[in-house]
């Protein structure tokens, strides 16, 4: 079992910053990656960055590259994504996720927290 909690979204204007922390317990250290996703009612759920265990990252769309950067403390099991020059289109509730993680079963599975609201005013 993997349990994530979300933090540090909020509210602010258009070329502000935010940083969104992911704390991690239960088995996140068996995880192949940890990842960021977003999500804005009507729209489909969006990947945006990824880490893997060695620390490679990826991020997913144009829109964000140079402007979102993804990193990991595995010694406090915390993931984050620091957020710079925020737009009114980055709006959304990101998610934290532990993807393709093996427990006692080494069965894959992935895990969700339950969201951070982010909202980008102009």
């Known amino acids: 079992q993997v349990q994530l909690v979300e933090s540090g979204g909020g509210s602010v204007q258009a070329g502000g910053s935010l940083r969104l922390s992911c704390a991690a317990s239960?088995?996140?250290?068996?995880?192949?990656?940890m990842a960021w996703w977003r999500q804005t009612p009507g729209k489909e759920r969006e990947a945006v960055a990824r880490?893997?265990?060695?620390?490679?990252?990826?991020y997913s769309a144009d829109s964000v590259k140079g402007r979102f950067t993804i990193s990991q403390d595995n010694a406090k099991n915390m993931v984050y994504l620091q957020m710079n020059s925020l737009k009114p289109e980055d709006t959304a509730m990101y998610y934290c996720?532990?993807?393709?993680?093996?427990?006692?079963?080494?069965?894959?599975?992935?895990?969700w927290g339950q969201g951070t609201q982010v909202t980008v005013s102009s």
């Open positions: 996720a532990a993807m393709l993680c093996t427990g006692p079963d080494s069965i894959f599975r992935n895990y």
């Open positions: 239960g088995y996140a250290s068996s995880c192949n990656a």
């Open positions: 880490i893997s265990r060695s620390g490679g990252t990826t």
